[in-house]
């Protein structure tokens, strides 16, 4: 029985369900531990978690696209033999490196813990995340072998138990840690999410192991196959490796940015590291995830839209990858406009029924008009990566992160926390604009005003329907939450039926 291989509607439809399903729930992981750490706490954590990037970049050597991208074409030249190869190299060099880093990183704790760390209390946080790394390394391993067969349903499901076990044990090992000190219980939260990666590991393999078993078409292990080991494992670094140079480059910036924040914060006029702790937990914390709550829907696209480009553009079919594109470009923008309007219109509100922290919705509701790129930079990331452009990705994303730290720093130091969250927007923006600029320059680029025009009447409607829906709730005593859950929903309801009127969904 052969793998069934989905189209790239069917396969983003499926990712963005089982997304929305992680997504959610870990956003409510995010409120639960906001609550139980703080923002002290949370300022611990995000001042970790940065360094798991850096981990899997350096394990993963950027290997996830390259393996999707030379999977779904060795399908489309239905070549099975390539396949095995692809998987036997990626496994090897992917095993070599995760016992290499991981002795390192143990080996090199204190050393890491004193360049990285500007509160040395979130050092047992990332002890805690080292065995992350091996298990990352498989992971990446089959996520892109999965995505090259254009067969999304695992990933989905491993997603789904990744969150689910992950959360599980958030809740039990931070209560239990919290007496003993926010250090600790950070690094409880740490340990979770090791063994939420765990579990997504073993389901994948399961899977794997299943589709063996079933005589798909994988090459058996007793077929000697002409694929060489050297000139795949080219062929898999020559695409890897530029993705590995700017993953490494923005996993750097992330590891050192709240050094880089603590010391902006600090000359703005910020009394001490532990109040510029709780900024940066502000920030990072109850900002961002909010602003990165709707990214399930794009993120979703962008991994069905890497073997779905690659595929037409290895059978040179110019026609199929620009409605491939011009499909990415129109969800991000029905997605994009209406998650904008409902977290700039209600940033304030939202910000103390999720958090209990008001103080957070003047940052958010900053940030949020610059971030509607954001929604458009992750398809376009996508689109480069099938074409085989990573090289361009990566000096994209280098000249981003160099402009963020010159901009961040500057306007940070400034005006404190306010700056550094439009130093994150105006990155974002950057990013988006260069990448937009390297597909227009490689293949074209073509935009639907029309489409634009739809979107804004939509926004209208929604942003009058929803205004009207709160003030009419708030006249009549309604609790803060229900006013907000009122107003989102009828806002959201005006909008799609707007977009209904104007026909948009015939023509996306």
Known sequence: MEMRKQSFIRGTVVLTSAAFFTRALGFINGILLARMLGKE???????????????????????????????????????????????????????????????????????????????????????????????????????????????????????????????????????????????????????????????????????????????????????????????????????????TGSGFVHSLFRAFLPMLVTHSLLLSGVSSAAEATKSFGLLTGYVLPLLFLPSFFTQSLSTALIPAISEASASSNSRLMHRRMDIAMRIALFVGVPCTIILYVWAIPLATVLYRAPEAGPILRLMVPLFFLYYFEAPMHAILLGLGKSSTVMWNLIITNLFQIAVIFALGSKFGIQGVALGFAFGICLLTVLNFLSISSTIGFYLDFRMIVKAGIGAAAMTFCGLGTYAFMQRYGSALPLNVLGAVCVSLLAYVMTLRIARVFREV
């Open 41 to 243: 706490g949370i300022g611990l954590l995000m001042t970790a978690h940065p360094l798991l990037p850096l981990f899997i970049t350096l394990t993963e050597l950027g290997l996830p696209a390259a393996i999707s991208k030379l999977v779904s074409e060795a399908e489309t030249q239905n070549n099975p033999a390539r396949v095995r190869k692809i998987l036997v190299v990626s496994l090897t060099i992917t095993g070599v490196l995760s016992v290499v880093l991981t002795t390192f990183a143990l080996l090199a704790s204190k050393w890491i813990a004193a360049v990285f760390l500007p509160d040395q209390r979130a050092y047992y946080a990332m002890l805690a995340l080292t065995p992350i790394i091996p298990l990352v390394a498989i992971t990446a391993v089959l996520r892109g072998y999965f995505r090259g067969k254009q067969n999304m349903n695992p990933l989905a499901f491993s997603d789904i138990i990744e969150t689910l076990v992950q959360i599980g044990f958030v809740i039990g090992l931070v209560q239990w840690l919290l007496p003993y000190g926010v250090e600790y219980a950070t690094a409880g939260a740490m340990i979770s999410v090791v063994i939420g990666e765990g579990a997504g590991l073993l389901y994948l393999f399961l899977r794997f192991s299943w589709y063996r078993k079933t005589k798909s078409g994988t090459v058996p292990p007793r077929v000697q196959s002409d694929e060489k080991f050297y000139p795949t494992m080219r062929d898999l670094l020559h695409l890897g490796l530029p993705l």
